[in-house]
């Protein structure tokens, strides 16, 4: 049977391409194809679109353009920030020590382990409160003289979170530690200042703003020679080998300039359909629990867990009902572990599974929120009683 209606509500994993920004990218795939390297009028004509799309971000972001490396995602972008700055330190005798948190996307946490297990860095993890919060003394307090990097997530993608990272960007600089944050979620929403954010690095992705997917951008602050973790080529100041995506890096440009124009109405919308949510979800669905910060968080997210039910099995329900939601991380579909960054939290695993993701966009209606919450009660209810059947 077709589901009755369709409610996107996953906009933490992906956002659909703003047609203004397919309109944008389309003449760089046949009519600018060079090679931006390329010394002739084809490859010129697009590294002037490359550079114009450069000049474009470091106005939102209040750098320099030369500050900005264009990269295939937010996983390179992290990938590059902490291997490339964690390895520059180190060869300038800094020390090997890295700081991050529990609660970072695996984009960060993955590399920092492999540096850890593979290349003598040693890793600490702060911890971080029952609402995901980095508390700024417990960064004074692990900081130390070899600290060569510090990694905080600035908006978290599992529970929304939002991180004080011009408190903890200024610390980690007393002990003389770089400071990156993954900003991923946070583009669109939040404020991209890297001046005022005091931060060195600044991991971005264009799809979770309207832009394409397979694109992205790390800020690294004006004279930090970062080791390239993609070696190659000497493309963008030999910090990152490979051709340029002509196409996309204008696309994501154009997504920026317009998210950046929106962001107050944005995020208003945002604001008042996340809180129908919460509050929907919250006094309609019994024995559920609002995961993260209530104050502190993004506003176009909702996170939950719901007691007693797995979330599995509650997505496939919802889909099934035509809404689209996720258990924490798009990157983790299909992996039966509990979340870490829940378990961080201080959630036992029995809660950890019942975890339930809900993002707001700017196409996300009233109506829309009182289906998905009618339909998340609904779900919840037959699974409960399906599971009281079996355990009878
Ligand atoms: C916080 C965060 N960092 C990094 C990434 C990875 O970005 P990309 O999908 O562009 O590789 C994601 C994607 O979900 C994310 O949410």
Same mark, same amino acid.
């Given at each position: ?8 509500? $996953? ?6 391409? $703003? ?19 390329? &010394? ?10 490359? *550079? ?18 264009? #990269? ?58 029952? @609402? !995901?919060?980095?508390? %700024? @003394? $417990? ?26 990272? %011009? ?25 991209? $200042? ?8 600044? &991991? ?7 832009? %394409? ?8 602050? +004006?004279?930090?020679?970062?080791? &390239?973790?993609?070696? /190659? ?8 080998? /490979? #051709? ?16 950046? !124009? ?5 995020? !208003? ?40 039910? +797995? ?15 996720? /258990? /924490?991380? !798009? ?18 695993? *029995? ?12 196409? #996300? #209606?009233? +109506? +829309? ?24």
């Amino acid at each position: 049977m077709p589901a009755p209606r369709t409610v996107y509500l $996953d906009h933490s994993a992906s956002t659909p391409c $703003d047609p203004q920004v397919v309109e944008a990218m389309m003449p760089y795939f046949s009519e600018v194809y060079g090679n931006s390297s390329s &010394s002739h009028s084809f490859g010129r004509k697009a590294e002037m679109a490359i *550079e114009d799309a450069r000049e474009s971000i470091a106005r939102v972001l209040n750098c320099k353009p030369t500050e900005i490396v264009f #990269t295939s995602g937010g996983s390179e972008s992290d990938n590059l920030a902490v291997r490339g700055a964690g390895w520059m330190q180190r060869a300038h005798g800094k020390g090997a020590h890295l700081i991050t948190t529990p609660v970072e996307h695996s984009a960060v946490s993955a590399p920092i382990k492999q540096m850890a297990g593979l290349q003598g860095f040693k890793a600490t993890f702060l911890p971080v409160s029952s @609402e !995901a919060w980095v508390d %700024p @003394e $417990d960064l004074a307090a692990h900081l130390r003289d070899d600290t060569a990097v510090v990694s905080v997530i600035y908006a978290n993608n599992e529970v929304g979170t939002v991180a004080p990272i %011009p408190q903890l960007a200024a610390l980690a600089h007393t002990r003389g530690a770089l400071f990156h944050t993954d900003a991923v979620q946070a583009a669109g929403q939040l404020n991209l $200042d890297v001046q005022a954010l005091g931060v060195d690095l600044m &991991s971005l992705s264009a799809h979770k703003f309207y832009g %394409p997917k397979g694109v992205g951008a790390l800020y690294i602050r +004006d004279g930090l020679d970062l080791v &390239s973790a993609q070696a /190659g080529g000497s493309h963008e100041r030999g910090r990152r080998a /490979g #051709t340029h995506n002509t196409p996309f890096i204008v696309g994501m440009a154009k997504a920026l300039e317009i998210a950046h !124009a929106e962001r107050e109405a944005r995020t !208003a919308h945002y604001r008042a359909m996340r809180d129908l949510l919460i509050d929907g979800i919250l006094t309609r669905v019994p024995d559920v629990l609002l995961t993260g910060h209530r104050e502190q968080r993004l506003p176009s997210h909702a996170s939950f867990i719901v007691r007693g039910v +797995d979330s599995s099995k509650l997505l496939m329900h919802l889909d099934m009902r035509g809404v689209a939601a996720s /258990g /924490g991380s !798009a990157c983790k579909t299909g992996n039966p572990e509990p979340s870490g960054v829940l378990l961080a939290m201080g959630y036992s695993p *029995e809660d950890a599974t019942g975890s339930l993701r809900l993002t707001v966009g700017h196409h #996300t #209606t009233a +109506d +829309d929120i009182t289906y998905a919450v009618e339909t998340v009660r609904a779900s919840v209810e037959k699974l409960r009683a399906l599971a009281k059947m079996f355990a009878s």
